[in-house]
């Protein structure tokens, strides 16, 4: 069993108050888990509403296939409208 971390940071330049940054991240979160069956959730600086922390996790019995899921997701977060990735790192344990 191989399980992959995912820590996301992202910058959200267009938000102007917490609501406008939940319902961005809201929107974001629900297209990751749709599209990649991941869990998702946000972890930090939920207090700042120009930035977001978000942790993913995903369970396989193949590494190669953590690796691929998260890395997309990180390809696509780059074409995500309204956020900016600013950091993030890949774990597999």
């Known amino acids: 069993m191989v399980v992959g971390t ?3 940071r992202l910058v959200l330049r267009e938000s102007h108050s917490l ?3 939940r319902r ?9 888990r749709q599209k990649y069956n991941v869990s998702i959730a946000e972890v930090g600086a939920q207090d700042n509403h120009k930035e977001c922390v978000l942790a ?3 369970v396989s019995n193949e ?3 953590v690796n691929s899921v998260l890395s997309g997701l990180v390809n696509s977060l780059r074409l ?3 956020v900016e990735l600013v ?4 774990e597999l344990l």
Do not use: E, Q, T
């Open 6 to 8: 995912l820590n996301i």
């Open 19 to 21: 609501k406008d940054k």
């Open 24 to 32: 961005v991240i809201k929107s974001l979160k629900d297209r990751v």
């Open 56 to 58: 993913v996790a995903m």
């Open 63 to 65: 590494g190669r296939r």
């Open 80 to 82: 995500f409208p309204k």
């Open 87 to 90: 950091d993030y790192s890949l």
